[in-house]
């Protein structure tokens, strides 16, 4: 319906669907319009201008070239629905008809599609996971059957410098004893 804030507009909005609905229904006998569905309508505020958004049914329409002429006889046709809606609308003012082709119904099914083919690959990685079974254990890494690298790496360092890891921590262990009698001089300028 129309998009606004007054509230007229959006009476005249739904009667003006209404009765282009009907009319391509019951009056306009045209071949051309055979599947055309008024989706919405929508009228400024001002009522000056209606703007028709339409959609053909049938996924044959885009390469047959049936909407390219449902579009042209919607043009064609465009005064005489613009007469049907000032009587049957008993509007001082009638709208100017503008017919846009509605793409969303299109998009929506695409994406419906798309989305289709997702759940499908969804349920069949959950199928695949069902039986599947972990690669390795727990921790890959680490074997009892493996002696630790850490180890005779410490080993071979102690065997070749003649210390032990030990010794090295004790130099670091005692406490650093500094001279504070002796105070650094200071540059005079």
Do not use: C
Request: charged fraction near 30%; aromatic fraction near 4%; avoid cysteine.
């Amino acid at each position: 319906m129309a998009k606004g804030t007054n509230p007229r507009a959006v009476r005249i909005a739904g009667l003006i669907k209404r009765v282009i609905a009907q009319s391509l229904e019951y009056t306009l006998h045209d071949p051309r319009l055979a599947g055309v569905t008024i989706t919405d309508v929508r009228v400024t505020n001002d009522m000056q201008l209606a703007r028709v958004f339409w959609t053909q049914l049938g996924e044959a329409g885009k390469e047959q070239g049936q909407r390219k002429r449902a579009a042209q006889a919607l043009a064609q046709s465009r005064g005489r629905l613009r007469s049907l809606v000032g009587q049957k609308a008993g509007l001082r003012l009638t709208p100017v008809l503008e017919f846009k082709y509605d793409e969303v119904p299109g998009e929506a099914t695409e994406i419906e599609d798309i989305l289709a083919v997702a759940l499908k690959r969804d349920r069949d990685l959950a199928a695949q996971r069902e039986g599947a079974q972990y690669a390795g254990d727990a921790d890959p890494y680490k074997h009892d059957d493996e002696p630790e690298v850490a180890d005779s790496e410490e080993a071979d360092s102690e065997e070749a410098d003649g210390t032990t890891a030990d010794a090295d921590l004790a130099e670091f262990a005692e406490p650093a004893q500094f001279d504070t009698a002796t105070e650094p001089e200071e540059n005079e300028a």
